[in-house]
């Protein structure tokens, strides 16, 4: 069963835990958000030399997001810019990830 989490404060953010396909993530949230016209194709790798962290611009009918990949941990979380929209956002790739995990399973 797939869970969302929203650890930080402003509950903006959120990420998925339950997820089988762990080492991958980054490659199967990309997959799933492409299949889906979720991902407008913006990576911006501002300051990844030294953080880590790499963007991908996302959108959810008028709403934008941002999946964030941290490359040392192997990390994959989202962010919304009001905690409404992260639930939106959240719920629906919940659906999504459950449907695709359906599939192959």
Known sequence: MVEI??????K???????LSEKGSEL???LDLLA?????TNQRSTEGEMFSG??????RFGKIPFTLDYDRY??????SAET??????IANR????IEAETAEKG
């Open 5 to 10: 989490s929203f650890p930080g404060a402003d």
């Open 12 to 18: 903006c953010s959120f990420t998925f835990n339950g």
């Open 27 to 29: 490659a199967f949230f």
């Open 35 to 39: 299949k889906n016209n979720m991902l």
């Open 53 to 58: 962290w790499s963007h991908y611009g996302c």
């Open 73 to 78: 941990w192997d990390w994959v979380h989202f």
């Open 83 to 88: 905690p409404e929209n992260a639930r939106k």
């Open 93 to 96: 790739l919940k659906t999504l």
